[in-house]
């Protein structure tokens, strides 16, 4: 399958910093999606991106699909304890493909 | 309940035994897919289906086998589980709006 660089690994930031992580693809994709996962459940959907250009927001999430197709951003504001997990992306061809993931980004936040 | 259920949630088995993973869902998708999580290395592709006559390899589907019994029914077997098959396995549903996972099976193969 195709490979997405997710970055970076990991972070480790104060509360109420602000926080940006990305993806990038060698091929292009048509759906992009990021994921969170809390520890000992599986990964639930914040954000899902379907067009180029697009930026879309849920709460202090906001995530945009990168014009060239080949790359995403999540940005997480004012981040509070309970944002601490792994956050991955996730991104897709097209309907007649399987979703790719990137590696993950562990996130932990100090009070 | 669950939209996407996996059974059982932990198992200790040890190498050489055949293990099966159910997952079950009521999300009422075609697509159907198993993932395993391994620290660092993510989520990866073991097989996947687009409906009940579909099975696809993903990247790492060598030791594993699936079967699609119902559209709401997509177990993944090990036939002769082997130490480093020893990960979190995660079943998927997807449409259109994107793919939503089970709780996860931690599988220990000793």
């Known amino acids: 399958g195709q490979q997405l660089n997710q970055s970076p690994q990991s972070m480790f930031i104060q509360e109420g910093e602000d926080v940006s992580m990305n993806c990038t693809s060698s091929?292009?994709?048509?759906?992009w999606l990021w994921y969170k996962q809390d520890p000992g459940e599986g990964p639930v959907l914040l954000i899902a991106?379907?067009?180029?250009?697009e930026l879309t927001s849920n709460g202090r999430l906001t995530a945009q699909f990168g014009i060239t197709r080949k790359d995403s951003f999540l940005n997480i504001s004012a981040s509070i304890p309970s944002d601490v997990g792994i956050y991955f992306c996730a991104g897709q061809r097209d309907s007649g493909y399987a979703l790719n993931f990137g590696k993950g980004t562990s996130l932990l936040v100090t009070p | 309940d669950a939209d996407v259920t996996q059974t059982p949630r932990n198992r200790i088995t040890k190498t050489g035994k055949r293990i099966m993973l159910e997952c079950s869902q009521t999300k009422g998708h075609d697509r159907m897919y198993w993932y395993r999580q391994d620290p660092g290395l993510g989520l990866r592709l073991i097989y996947y289906s687009f409906d009940v006559k579909d099975i696809n390899k993903g990247e790492i589907s060598d030791g594993y086998s699936v079967s699609r019994q119902a559209q709401a029914k997509f177990s993944l077997s090990l036939e002769s589980a082997i130490p480093n098959q020893t990960a979190l396995y995660f079943c998927a549903t997807s449409d259109s709006r994107g793919a939503f996972f089970g709780q996860g099976t931690r599988l220990t193969v000793v």
């Open positions: 091929s292009i994709f048509n759906t």
């Open positions: 991106l379907y067009k180029a250009g």
